[in-house]
């Protein structure tokens, strides 16, 4: 029976005009947003590619150098455009993609793609991941909102009751017949999604697309669940629609910008001059009361002493590298408490956005897809401080190879290639899927919330379908 009343309501689905002409539309809009932003990815992609290889061709090829003075020429970190990136852009536009890896500083990442782009195309970018999450919706809110609605308005709800048919066969019925044609607009989503991946030899990033697949599917499931309750229970199409349409319009436009309102404003973040002003204060300052120049004349003393000398001249390495590890630890103890706040005022940010999702089903699926396409804002945070790992491995390689091979007032001491290759370049590495997926237990949480209350209404609502036969 389920299944027969299925057949008849995809049948009706795809007889509907209504439906043929929002599918032409929404295929068309998912062409061009996939041919845009997989023009885009392969576009970054190279050029990020060609950027990182001519930063690291200069780092090897910059000539005997003393190796404090290659310290301050630095070196260049590359955020790559990860496979994905073409189906959910989560926050990449508006976080920088290149880090200016140099002595005793840390760096903000630099070279966001949103300062490029016109008002208007910021306005108009439109993702895949954007088309399943706004726009799918609004489909299934107009395909499914008469499904109970109209029949009963019509009467006819009434004699396919009294035909024997239970409410729960008819709900689950009708529930399986619009899912297969929401799957039929999925369909061009999930096959340029796989196409794009071959292109990009992301085989790697299968299993997250496989994961991601899944999310949408749980996600239309909920839709088309939560539009056949209202259907259920409205009393007339109009009302149905009307409900429908403000649960979808408050869910993806009203909720979000709120909790980011409320986010901004309960846990703000200090502005780039502010912070950068706390951390030359800070500097100056030192850390734990000791200024810096007292606390490289206390190593001083304590090497004098370790070697039995009087003077820097008498050691047998070069106090400089010494002094110029002492400033870096300074400058990484001050740099990571700065840090450390912002990180923390971002992560209550998050927190308030991953609990106003209990009000938008929306909010949580783009939480767990930005991490699922590695575009979020964990994944970008593991770049920078990746990025910093290596600048600190860096620089320790650097001052080690002044104070290990020359001596104190050895100002014409140079260093050759081989130093550089040692010390080597950064290489992006993307964590691993689990990594991603422990950060999406608030969200994962909320849908499963979502579940449980919309599959609990409709139980009640079947039932209630029962009592008109």
């Known amino acids: 029976m389920i299944l027969d009343i299925a057949t008849k309501e995809f049948r009706q689905i795809l007889r509907d005009g209504r439906f043929r002409l929002a599918a032409a539309l929404f295929i068309m809009l998912t062409a061009i947003a996939f041919f845009t932003a997989s023009q885009r990815y392969q576009s970054l992609s190279a050029e990020r590619t060609r950027a990182q290889q001519e930063v690291a061709l200069q780092w090897m090829e910059q000539g005997e150098k003393n190796p404090h003075s290659a310290a301050h020429y630095g070196q260049y970190a590359f955020r790559p455009a990860l496979p994905l990136a073409f189906f959910d852009s989560g926050v990449q536009a508006f976080e920088g993609v290149s880090i200016w890896l140099e002595a005793h500083k840390r760096n903000y990442a630099v070279g966001r793609p949103a300062d490029d782009m016109s008002p208007l195309a910021r306005f108009g970018e439109i993702s895949l991941a954007y088309m399943l999450q706004v726009l799918l919706p609004l489909i299934l809110v107009l395909i499914a909102y008469p499904s109970f609605a109209a029949e009963r308005e019509s009467g006819t709800l009434r004699q396919v009751m009294a035909s024997g048919v239970t409410g729960g ?223 600190r491995e860096l620089m320790g390689t650097l001052n080690r190879d002044i104070t290990l091979n020359s001596r104190s007032g050895d100002n014409a001491y140079r260093s050759s290639a081989d130093l550089w290759r040692e010390a080597g370049e950064y290489r992006f590495v993307p964590e691993q899927l689990g990594a991603s997926i422990a950060r999406c237990g608030a969200p994962l949480t909320v849908l499963v919330l979502w579940s449980l209350l919309i599959g609990g209404l409709g139980w009640v609502a079947a039932r209630r379908l029962g009592s008109l036969g």
């Open 169 to 391: 066969q008819l709900f689950v019925g009708k529930f399986v017949g619009l899912s297969a044609s929401a799957l039929l607009l999925m369909l061009p989503i999930v096959g340029f999604s796989l196409l794009a991946l071959g292109w990009s030899s992301g085989a790697m990033w299968l299993s997250h697309a496989v994961l991601l697949c899944a999310l949408y599917l749980w996600y239309v499931g909920l839709m088309l669940g939560l539009a056949l309750l209202v259907s259920a229970v409205a009393a007339t199409a109009r009302t149905a629609l009307l409900i429908l349409l403000i649960i979808w319009a408050f869910g993806n436009f009203v909720v979000p910008r709120i909790a980011a309102d409320m986010g901004r404003l309960a846990s703000p973040t200090p502005s780039a001059d502010a912070l950068l002003r706390a951390i030359e204060n800070d500097l100056a300052a030192g850390i734990d009361g000791e200024t810096p120049a007292a606390k490289i004349e206390k190593r001083r003393r304590q090497l004098h002493a370790l070697y039995k000398v009087s003077s820097d001249a008498e050691l047998p390495i070069n106090i400089q590298g010494v002094i110029f590890g002492i400033q870096d630890e300074i400058s990484d103890a001050v740099y990571d408490r700065h840090f450390s706040a912002l990180e923390a005022a971002i992560d209550r940010q998050i927190d308030i956005f991953e609990a106003a999702s209990i009000l938008s089903p929306r909010m949580a699926v783009m939480l767990v897809s930005q991490e699922l396409s590695g575009t979020s804002i964990g994944h970008q945070r593991q770049f920078a401080n990746g990025a910093e790992a290596f600048r």
